[in-house]
Nanobody
Framework: QVQLVESGGGSVQAGGSLRLSCAAS????????MAWFRQAPGKEREEVAH????????YYYDSVKGRFTISQDKAKKTVYLQMNSLKPEDTAMYYC????????????????WGQGTQVTVSS
């Protein structure tokens, strides 16, 4: 069973920064595509970034491009999301997700999900 545990959420003012972490269990060896999603109240869940673990290849969606950075520490089996220049519209529950195989933009069949961590940005 793959387990993902997020941490690092909190409340910040607009323009501030937060770093989210997603720690994966030791059973995650084949889940090569890891992503961060977010869901704001009353809105659909949306992916913000993903990373292809073997190569470290990353992808960002337009809403966060240039402000967020996804990275990994393979030894710690942890994926990070560094969020800078935060805006009130970034307020959401952020989820880490993983799936076997490669990543591609728009992939929607993520099998494993964390419990989420709340990010609140005030103006």
């Amino acid at each position: 069973q793959v387990q993902l545990v997020e941490s690092g959420g909190g409340s910040v003012q607009a323009g501030g920064s937060l770093r989210l972490s997603c720690a994966a269990s030791r059973y995650i060896v084949t889940t090569n595509c890891m992503a961060w999603f977010r869901q704001a109240p009353g809105k659909e869940r949306e992916e913000v970034a993903h990373i292809y673990v073997p190569a470290g290849t990353t992808y960002y969606y337009d809403s966060v491009k240039g402000r967020f950075t996804i990275s990994q520490d393979k030894a710690k089996k942890t994926v990070y999301l560094q969020m800078n220049s935060l805006k009130p519209e970034d307020t959401a529950m952020y989820y880490c997700a993983a799936v076997e195989g490669i990543c591609w933009a728009g992939r929607s069949d993520f099998r494993y999900w964390g419990q989420g961590t709340q990010v609140t940005v005030s103006s």
